[in-house]
């Protein structure tokens, strides 16, 4: 039996298809989970870069929605504001009027970035809400809407997802770093509070992921894929993180088997960023790539 069978996840900031909240959800879906899958908007919200080189991303959460319904997957998908308390109530209700329970809340959603990436001298008091307001007043309100469901069950599993820049310093990035250490907090202190009634809360903390939240450079002529394969080097695994990564670690804490764990906040950034020289291994031969007769 799949660890999620029968159960029913609602994961938010689903819109775009580079992004961690959907490779989460088609992670959850082959656990077994029944899904309501979310955005603010239907291919989610752009960020500064995609908004200024007119970046349209190539699907949405609808279309995210039927290829998992065409794969046999049961979802739903629902438009909503995470940082607006009806929306947060109504989009935990429609996993509970839909599938008459919930089990698992994963808060992928995120403010976009723009005028917050600054120096903290600039960044308007306007951006300094948005981020506060998505990313930790947002995610506390999914909980909120979330909790009495999972109290009702004595089970449930809330997976937030902060940052590592909520772990570490980071430079231009003071409301950022502010909002993902306040999920932090946010997620300990719910572990406490709700661990008597089976449930566990748990942040993860994820580096360098190639989505598109992590360009923040608008020139048009910049070369993606080797600007990140350039910043994976440094990076101990030698790569930058995938969305899988990030989904697979979500999968495991959604599962039953993660009950001894809560209120953790877990780094998944393939060792850190250095400024030394790493070692690198001497490249394989053909020999040392061809099976043996033991392996063969």
Known sequence: MSPLQDQVAVVTGCGKPDGMGQAIARALAADGARLVITDKESRGVPNDRQRLLGQQPPGGLEDLAESLRSEGYDVVAALGDISDPDDADRMVATAVEEYGRLDVLVNTAAAPQGADRRDVEAVPLEA????????????????????????????????NISSMAGLTAAPFSAAYSASKAGVIGLTRSLAMDLGPW???????????????????????????????????????????GQPDDIAAAVSFLASPGSGYITGQAIPIDGGGLTPFPL??????????????????
């Open 279 to 296: 070692p690198q291994p001497a490249p394989l031969t053909v020999a040392a790539t061809e099976p043996t007769k033991e392996t063969a």
């Open 198 to 240: 089976g449930i566990t809360v748990n942040a993860l903390c994820p580096g360098l992921v190639a989505t598109s939240r992590a360009i923040l450079d608008p020139s048009p002529d910049l070369d993606v894929d080797a600007t990140l394969a350039a910043r994976g080097r440094a990076i101990p695994v030698g790569r930058v």
């Open 128 to 159: 300094w809400h948005l981020a506060i307001g998505v990313n930790l007043t947002g995610t506390y309100l999914m909980c909120r809407a979330a909790i009495p469901h999972l109290r009702a069950r004595r089970y449930g599993r809330i997976v």
